[in-house]
Nanobody, 116 residues
Framework: VQLVESGGGLVQPGGSLRLSCAASGFTFSSYTMSWYRQAPGKERELVASINNVGDSTNYAASVKGRFTISRDNGKNMAYLQMNSLKPEDTAVYYC??????????WGQGTQVTVSS
């Protein structure tokens, strides 16, 4: 089982990034996918989730209207489009796969830094 995040980096405030999460080794289409983030000295927090078929999403209040979560079950990929980035969005971003019947898996994280 593997979840591999990519797409992080350094971006100026107001900029955009698209994170990707490549999944392998499990039945991707049976899992809810989520993005979490953890800033230095803070607890890991849920950013966004999407259900297994991709027709239901939810977002943290702090990112609603700026971030969009999506998935492609044919490619075993999940995405997080992040627009209008703010310095407070700086964190390590993780993707998570969750099935109530089968358990959960985490990726290793990708760093996002928003700074001028």
């Amino acid at each position: 089982v593997q979840l591999v995040e990519s797409g992080g980096g350094l971006v100026q405030p107001g900029g955009s990034l698209r994170l990707s999460c490549a999944a392998s080794g499990f039945t991707f289409s049976s899992y809810t996918m989520s993005w979490y983030r953890q800033a230095p000295g803070k607890e890991r927090e849920l950013v966004a989730s999407i259900n297994n078929v991709g027709d239901s999403t939810n977002y943290a209040a702090s990112v609603k209207g700026r971030f969009t979560i999506s998935r492609d079950n044919g490619k075993n990929m999940a995405y997080l489009q992040m627009n209008s980035l703010k310095p407070e969005d700086t964190a390590v971003y993780y993707c998570k796969a969750l099935s109530r019947a089968r358990g959960e898996y985490w990726g290793q994280g990708t760093q996002v830094t928003v700074s001028s």
